[in-house]
């Protein structure tokens, strides 16, 4: 049985034979844009940088002397302002001293959260597709991944309700969910929510909630918490970060929240990851999330008007889009461009750049190897809308020349 972390990532493919890391798409993709000099709406971070305000107090806090080791948990003023942010948005109370944990961004909160309740023999549900590093904390568990399609409709990628109760059962340990979801753009309803809800209380499983796009969602669309739902805040983990929703990815503040209990074997986990991190970071973020609405509201619009244009621009030279409701994503059915040469998402992706100077990624990259779901998305592609005007202007001249004559 496979059981270190290298032999594990050799059989999920995350190593090559060598033990050499295997490239992923994305890196294959950016170096390509940048050979190609392509507008890069492949990779999701964004352009433009976060307030200058919240900047401005990183700064002070530098020169001010936060730069040591801060507390394991986090701030209190951060954990105090997490706490808040969740009662004034969702009406979810948290002890700060207790239910919050300050992360080096949402991947170690979720990588912590994962080591820390799952291991070898154990299930973890994701939906598929799913962002990357899910899967790659799943194989360092030594759990086994499992996974619920998301299939495209004309009301978004909706959860496979079937899959979803023929795929959790007792073995399941944890299902990850993740929504406002990347790479879908989908945000999960209310009723797909309940279903979840359903089965992670039937077989007593653990749910996990990445929840770093919960603020960049349109079309009147409205985030629910997994926590929020009847009965569920005691199995829930909720997992957030700064990151998206301040356009401050490189700062690597993120939080999870829940029953202390779950909490704290978190804690016991993510002690030896990092310890802490992000001193000068913590208090400007805090500042963030108490003063900050009216710059998530200006992001929000900004991102709104893009995903438009680049919706219409994306339909307007022959994509099948599915509008998304949330996140920095759109994600296009290239079927239209594929040829006996150009066969499939990936080679469309691998092909783009050359031939019109604009990069996107396949979303097989986010499916298993040989999956149903990466079968049924094999010609579907992801754009990115998270990028200044400039590079959006050039990606739409550029787009129109694939329109068919
Ligand atoms: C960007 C992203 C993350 C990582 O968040 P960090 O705070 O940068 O660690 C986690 N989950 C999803 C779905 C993301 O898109």
Redesign the pocket.
Known sequence: MPGRWSEVARSVGLLQADGVMSPTIFTEMSALAVATDSANLGQ?FPDEEGPLWVREIAVQAILQGSNQYPPLRGIAALREAVSAHQHTHYGISLNPDTEVLVTA????A?TAAILALTGTGDEVVTLEPF?D?HAAAIAMSGATHKTVPLIPQEDGFRLDRDALRATVNEKTRVILV?TPH?PTGTVLSHEELTLIAEEAERFDAIVIT?E??EHLLYDGATHVPFATLDGMFDRTLTVS?A??TFSL?GW?I?WITGPALLLERVLAVKQYLTFSGGAPFQPAIARALTDGAEDIATLRQTLDRRRASLIKWLTDAGFHTVRPEGTYFVCADASPFLSSEITDGADFARWLPGAIGVACVPLSAFCREGSATAELLKNWVRFTFVKDDRTLETARERLLALRPS
């Open positions: 999701g961004g949402a991947t170690e979720l962002y590093s993740n990347n990445d770093v796009y970060s990151g998206k990815t690597k993120g």
